[in-house]
């Protein structure tokens, strides 16, 4: 099993810039992919953006030219940098990996972005 663990996160004004990162501890041999899904109130949770372990991207059309999720292969973290923050970015992110084909979430970190 692996586990997610979050850090990063808090409250900035739209504009602003946010770095969250995300390290996988426990078994991290056979990760297939690390990113980020999110979920704002009486929404269903979304991907944000996510990487493999061979490089490739995945990002939300929301999100495209503002976040960048990156990965520390080495030290199995994950990071999502965030710039040019808008208030409908506002919701809990979930650092999410993929092991096996099993999902694992971290308990999520709340970004707050005000108008």
């Known amino acids: 099993q692996v586990q997610p663990v979050e850090s990063g996160g808090g409250l900035v004004q739209a504009g602003g810039s946010l770095r969250l990162s995300c390290a996988a501890s426990?078994?991290?041999?056979?990760?297939?992919?690390m990113g980020w899904y999110r979920q704002a109130p009486g929404k269903q949770r979304e991907l944000v953006a996510r990487i493999t372990v061979g490089g490739s991207t995945d990002y939300a059309d929301s999100v495209k030219g503002r976040f960048t999720i990156s990965r520390d292969g080495a030290k199995n973290w994950v990071y999502l940098q965030m710039n040019s923050l808008k208030p409908e970015d506002t919701a809990v992110y979930y650092c999410n990996i993929v092991r096996w084909s099993t999902d694992y979430w971290g308990q999520g970190t709340q970004v707050t972005v005000s108008s």
């Open positions: 426990g078994r991290i041999f056979g990760i297939n992919s």
